[in-house]
């Protein structure tokens, strides 16, 4: 009871940080992003060590903020005619090429440090993408989608699957993940979209149909993501990514549903609007 009461705490106190951070918009945005490079960054390269794996990690940092300014809105605004965000990754591989042509050429090193770009930077500027489509005030209604639809799965899931689980989705990966888990957690990523964007109407380009179906694949971005973290997790042979929030365990572990979902919810946006 006291490790639930601890994580249902902590969970909540982050998820009324997390509301607070997006409500102000890129004066807490971008500096809690930088945080989340930082910490994420990290935790990613304390876990491959165990697997004496090194990572570029003034690569990642450094590039990540490379990344997070070549998503800022305003950037695209006054030069929407550059694909700022294909520099910036561009200028990233060529910058770890580079670097370990001058140290003696790690391959080993340069392909895990792309990897971890690719997994935690190049994610990350989706956040601030989505949080400005189509611009600062809708934008923050925009976020809530993936917001709302990876929660939604996480209980569906976990309630359903502890209820009904009987045929493993992933044994290798995650043995305690089931199929009817997973279907419980798309049903649940449908019913609380379809109930949310009712009691904010006008605000969404979706009809009944393409909601469906953007929850859908919400849904499966989300659980997806949180497979891809277990899949490194059992890689690396640690059971959290790290200590971040009391009875949550690390950063990646709580965002690792978000670093696929919103991606996909800004491409979603992007195609339907």
């Not at 550059?82 to 770890?96: C, D, H, M, Q, T």
């Not at 690396?236 to 990514?241: E, F, H, I, Y």
Request: with cysteine.
């Amino acid at each position: 009871m006291e490790s639930l009461s601890a994580r249902v705490l902590s969970g909540a106190l982050g998820l009324v940080g997390l509301f607070v951070v997006l409500w102000a918009g890129l004066p807490l945005v971008v500096p809690g992003l930088v945080f989340v490079l930082w910490l994420g960054t990290a935790e990613l390269n304390a876990m491959l060590r165990r697997r004496e794996v090194t990572l570029n990690l003034g690569l990642l940092r450094w590039g990540g903020v490379l990344m997070l300014v070549a998503s800022m809105p305003q950037l695209h605004a006054l030069y929407p005619q550059i694909p700022w965000r294909e520099v910036a990754l561009g200028l990233v591989l060529f910058s770890a090429f580079s670097y370990e042509l001058v140290q003696g050429g790690n391959i080993h090193r340069f392909a895990f440090s792309v990897m971890a770009f690719l997994y935690l930077p190049w994610t990350l500027g989706y956040f601030l993408l989505l949080r400005y489509a189509p611009d600062g005030n809708l934008g923050l209604w925009t976020l809530t989608l993936p917001l709302v639809a990876t929660f939604a799965t996480d209980i569906g899931a976990y309630f359903i699957g502890r209820a009904f689980g009987r045929h493993k989705l992933a044994p290798t990966i995650s043995p305690n993940k089931t199929i009817e888990g997973s279907v419980g957690g798309v049903l649940a990523s449908i019913g609380a979209l379809l109930g949310y964007t009712s009691l904010v109407k006008g605000v969404f380009p979706f009809g009944w149909v393409e909601l469906l179906l953007v929850s859908l694949l919400l849904s499966l971005a989300a659980q997806l993501g949180d497979l891809t973290e277990s899949m490194l997790k059992r890689y690396c042979g640690v059971k959290d990514s790290g200590e971040f929030l009391p009875g949550h365990g690390g950063l990646l572990d709580r965002m690792d549903s978000l670093l696929f979902s919103v991606p996909l919810t800004y491409y979603l946006w992007v195609i339907f609007a």
